[in-house]
C-alpha cells in the first residue's frame, strides 16, 4: 500500500504565516500534478478555508463521554474513583462518586469497569469537523466550540479521519498538508507526530527566533525531520542577521518569504498566490521565493505520484 507523504507545517507562534504556507505549498503540489489534502489543524482558529474562498460542507459534531452516575444502580463501592487516572472523580465513602467535568480525559474507564453498569455516558458536542474543496484540493478543517478547552480530541477526530481515507482509498492523496495551531501543546505535538517531514514558520524577530527554537525542541525529541521557512523575511532589514543566528543554532532554513503586497491582495481576494490559474506577478517577490521553496523542498523529499 502506498501511503501518501505527510508535511506537517508548523510554527511555535502565533501570526507567523503557517497557514499561507501551508495554503502554498498545497496548491504548488496540486500545480504539478498531484492529488492533494490539506488538513487544517488549527481547531481554535481555522482559516485555511478563507484563504481558499471555500464553502465549509459535511458538518459533523464531535463528542466527548463524560461520566454519568445512575444512582439506582450505583452501590458506592469506589472503584470508579480508585481507578480514574485523572481523579475527576470526587468519592467519599459509602456516598456517590461525582464527576468532575473539568479533570475529565473521557478514557471511559470508569464506564468500562464499573460492576453495576452505574455510569452511562453524557456525551457532549465539543466541536465540528468539516470537509470542503476548492482549486482541486480537498480540506478537513475541525472546529473547537467556543469556550471549550478539548481541541486535542478536534485534532484527534481529524487524524482518525485521515486514517480512515488511508485505509479505504489509499491512492486518493499523494500529498497531505498538516496546518497546526501555534505554539507546542498536545494537538500541535500529534500532527508533528503524524508526518514525514515538518516545517516550522518564523519571522525575524526576538520572539520569532525563541519561539522557533522551542518547537524545534519538540520536533527533535519526536525524531522528525525538518526545515524552517522565514516568513517577512524583509522585515526591518534583518534577513541577513536573523539567517546567520539561525544557522549558529543549527537551523537547517527551506527557505524565506519577504514581504510582499500581493501576498496581502492574495489573502484579501480568497485566491493562493501560487494558483495556476491566478493573476498574480509572476516575477513578484513573493512569488518568486515560494516558487523557490517549493524547488528547495522537492530536493529535499521525495513526493511520488
Ligand atoms: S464503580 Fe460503579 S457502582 Fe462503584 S461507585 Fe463507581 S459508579 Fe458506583
Ligand atoms: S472517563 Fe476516564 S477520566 Fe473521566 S471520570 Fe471516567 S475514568 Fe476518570
Redesign the pocket.
Known amino acids: 500500500m502506498v501511503k501518501p507523504k505527510i508535511i506537517c507545517v508548523t510554527g511555535g507562534k502565533g501570526g507567523t504565516g503557517k497557514t499561507l504556507v501551508a495554503v502554498n505549498l498545497a496548491i504548488m503540489f496540486k500545480n504539478r500534478g498531484y492529488k492533494v489534502l490539506l488538513i487544517d489543524g488549527d481547531v481554535e482558529n481555522p482559516n485555511t478555508f478563507l484563504l481558499l474562498n471555500a464553502k465549509l460542507k459535511n458538518k459533523s459534531e464531535v463528542l466527548y463521554?463524560?461520566?454519568k452516575i445512575i444512582e439506582d444502580k450505583c452501590n458506592k463501592c469506589g472503584l470508579?474513583a480508585e481507578?480514574?487516572?485523572?481523579h475527576?472523580?470526587l468519592y467519599i465513602k459509602d456516598s456517590y462518586p461525582i464527576?468532575i467535568s473539568t479533570?475529565?480525559?473521557?478514557?471511559?474507564?470508569?464506564?468500562k469497569i464499573c460492576p453495576t453498569n452505574a455510569i452511562e455516558p453524557d456525551l457532549k458536542v465539543i466541536g465540528w469537523t468539516y470537509t470542503a474543496s476548492a482549486f482541486n484540493i480537498d480540506l478537513f478543517l475541525g472546529e473547537l466550540k467556543p469556550s471549550e478547552a478539548r481541541s486535542a480530541v478536534i485534532v484527534n477526530k481529524l487524524m482518525e479521519n485521515l486514517e480512515e481515507v488511508i485505509k479505504t482509498e489509499p491512492e486518493k492523496y499523494d500529498i497531505v498538508i498538516l496546518d497546526t495551531a501555534p505554539g507546542a501543546h498536545c494537538d500541535v505535538e500529534e500532527l508533528i507526530n503524524g508526518a514525514d517531514f515538518v516545517i516550522p514558520v518564523t519571522e525575524p524577530t526576538r520572539f520569532g527566533k525563541l519561539d522557533l527554537l522551542r518547537i524545534i525542541e519538540l520536533i527533535n525529541l519526536l525524531k522528525k525531520e525538518y526545515k524552517a521557512i522565514v516568513n517577512r523575511s524583509s522585515l526591518l532589514g534583518y534577513k541577513e542577521k536573523f539567517l546567520k543566528e539561525l544557522e549558529e543554532k543549527g537551523v537547517e532554513v527551506l527557505g524565506d518569504i519577504p514581504l510582499d503586497e500581493e501576498i496581502v491582495s492574495s489573502y484579501c481576494q480568497g485566491i493562493p498566490l501560487m494558483e495556476e490559474t491566478s493573476k498574480f506577478d509572476r516575477d513578484g517577490a513573493g512569488y518568486k521565493s515560494f516558487q523557490q521553496i517549493f524547488e528547495n523542498l522537492m530536493e529535499w523529499g521525495e513526493f511520488s505520484k
Do not use: E, Q, R
Open positions: 463521554f463524560l461520566p470508579c481507578n480514574c487516572g485523572t475527576a472523580l464527576p479533570v475529565c480525559s473521557g478514557c471511559k474507564l470508569c464506564y
